[in-house]
């Protein structure tokens, strides 16, 4: 089996009658998803809180009830992907373009498991650009004030056109290399007018679900 699909599953595991579950995005989590829509028509309830408009399709296409974020107070758990992780469970988010719903479910989360196989793992985060979340309105100064902070930032680029989240803003990718002092480096990021939100997600997971050299399922708690 493939591995996205054996932790995405296994996460599943942790969710319980009756709570309110987030509901991550990419492709590990859709596998979760999957899952989740298996269980419910199995006959478990609960209400999922979707983290993106590919996430809420999928969802819906698997018939798990929804409820509006504005509804709700507190989240019993979420399942969601990442990027890259270190050891201490520091992840980046935000591959998919997803990041900001992505941080707002998992700031309201009280359960917080991140599924990501072994490809991910990194001693000090960096390997990946972190996506940063910017208004399309002076983009371009957004990208110029990340550039002080020691990255090179790429606009991500759809059909040759700027991406565009779901909530209208663009991203910027801002690769560097070897983030010593994440937590630092967030604050700094989102110090800058014009920046939405940064794929810097720093302890927040609860748990965090891998693989091993083996394909064999690893737990970092
Ligand atoms: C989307 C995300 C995803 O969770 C992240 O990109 C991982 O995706 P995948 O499971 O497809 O590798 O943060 O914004």
Do not use: H
Not at 40 to 53: A, D, F, H, N, Q
């Amino acid at each position: 089996m493939n591995p996205k699909q054996i932790i995405g599953e296994k996460a599943t595991g942790y969710i319980k009658n009756g709570m309110t579950v987030g509901l991550g995005s990419g492709s590990t989590a859709c596998w979760a998803i999957k899952k989740i829509g298996q269980l419910v028509r199995e006959g478990l309830i609960i209400k999922g809180v979707p983290t993106s408009k590919n996430t809420e399709k999928l969802a819906l296409e698997e018939g798990i009830p929804l409820v509006n974020i504005a509804e709700v107070d507190r989240i019993d758990l979420t399942i969601d992907g990442a990027d890259e992780f270190d050891p201490a469970k520091n992840v980046i988010k935000g591959g998919g373009g997803a990041l900001l719903r992505e941080k707002i479910v998992a700031s309201l989360t009280d359960y917080y498991i991140i599924i990501a196989d072994s490809s991910k793992s990194s001693e000090i985060l960096g390997n990946y650009p972190v996506p940063v979340e910017v208004t399309p309105f002076a983009w371009e100064v957004s990208r110029r004030q990340l550039e002080k902070l020691g990255c090179k930032a790429t606009i991500r680029e759809e059909n040759d056109k700027a991406f565009v989240t779901d909530n209208q803003n663009y991203i910027l990718d801002c690769r560097f290399v070897r983030i010593e002092k994440p937590e630092q480096l967030a604050v700094e990021i989102n110090r800058i007018p014009g920046v939405v939100e940064n794929g810097l997600f720093l302890n927040m997971a609860d748990m965090l679900i891998t693989t091993d050299e083996k394909g064999e399922v690893l737990i970092l708690e």
